[in-house]
């Protein structure tokens, strides 16, 4: 049980008896109940107890906890911001303090949200922006691969919780009718043979209003379904899908889930550039990936496959 299922049975339940039921200190449930009260929570306090009387409007931890029906590997520890420069540079910290795998760090504004190629990412309120810290058994270059999986995971939810069908734009941009819906960062240290950790940034567009110079490229949930989406429930969903993806793939590699990626895979079998920060462009007829998650593009004279790199159509 959380904290939150606790608190909001219809009778007050005292400090001592909600740490019995988490296993904390006295001093510690006051804590998280100050923290509650902090991110909006109304929670009345007499001698017989605590209760609350009003949720919090805004998604956060607490409510994500009290809704994962079991517990994660992915997800051990919820850190939640209302506002950050970015949830990236916050996990890397923590990565970099060592913490373990499964911190998933939450905010629901970022100052400096970023993409990848250092682009802006837009992160206003109503969107969800969150990054993970993975310790993958796997070797430093199946780390592109891994980002993969991510946009996999996303697909997944919106078919089957919301009935929106979606494609992958390699490597891992999600589109809805062409416009992006969710983008994916993937940062690592790494030595020769081992990665040390990975932060995965995961930025969906789903209450939150898209800036106008945005509107012909992107695209919400919201828009799409034209109602606002349960944060909470999205979120939750996502964990549960990446948390056996995850698994499934450190045990038996990629190649049960190849045909699933390029099942969904955007442009397909039409003619794409693919531009390099360290190459030239490549123009060619789009194939999907391989087993390894390289691009396959058909150029005039041969066949490339292309490890990094950003989509577009020609
Ligand atoms: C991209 O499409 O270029 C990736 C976008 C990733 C955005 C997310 S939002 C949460 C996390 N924090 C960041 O600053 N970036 C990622």
Not at 6 to 21: A, H, P, Q, W
Not at 27 to 46: C, E, P
Not at 89 to 111: C, D, M, P, Y
Not at 176 to 190: F, L, N, P, Q
Request: glycine share 8%; with cysteine.
């Amino acid at each position: 049980m959380s904290i939150i299922e606790i608190l909001s049975t219809e009778k007050y339940i005292s400090g001592s008896e909600i740490g019995r039921f988490l296993g904390i200190s006295r001093d510690a449930v006051h804590k998280r109940i100050n923290r509650l009260r902090q991110i909006g929570y109304t929670i009345k306090s007499s001698s017989k107890g605590y209760i609350i009387v009003k949720k919090c409007e805004l998604f956060n931890e607490y409510e994500i906890e009290a809704n994962l029906k079991k517990p994660l590997n992915i997800c051990k520890m919820i850190k939640y911001y209302k506002e950050t420069a970015s949830t990236q540079t916050a996990v890397k910290k923590l990565a970099l303090k060592n913490f373990g795998e499964g911190v998933v760090v939450i905010a629901e504004k970022q100052t400096k949200g970023y993409g990848r190629i250092k682009r802006v990412w837009n992160s206003n309120a109503g969107g969800l922006w969150f990054s993970m810290l993975l310790k993958p058994v796997i070797r430093p270059d199946g780390s592109s691969i891994l980002s993969l999986l991510f946009s996999i995971a996303l697909s997944r939810i919106l078919e089957k919780k919301y009935g929106i069908s979606s494609e992958i734009k390699w490597p891992n941009d999600i589109l809805i009718c062409g416009k992006k819906v969710a983008g994916i960062i993937i940062e690592m240290s790494a030595e020769q043979d081992i990665i040390n950790w990975v932060a995965a940034g995961i930025g969906v567009n789903i209450n939150n209003s898209l800036p106008e110079d945005l509107k012909n490229i992107s695209i919400s949930i919201k828009e799409v379904l034209k109602r606002e989406i349960d944060r909470t429930e999205f979120i939750v969903a996502f964990l549960t899908e990446f948390e056996s993806l995850y698994f499934n793939f450190q045990s038996g590699g990629f190649k049960q889930f190849l045909e699933e990626y390029n099942s969904k895979v955007a442009y397909k079998d039409v003619l794409v550039t693919v531009d390099s920060a360290c190459n030239d462009a490549i123009t060619g007829k789009n194939f999907g990936i391989d087993e390894s998650g390289r691009l396959i593009i058909e150029t005039k004279n041969k066949i490339e496959k292309i490890i990094s790199g950003t989509l577009r159509r020609a």
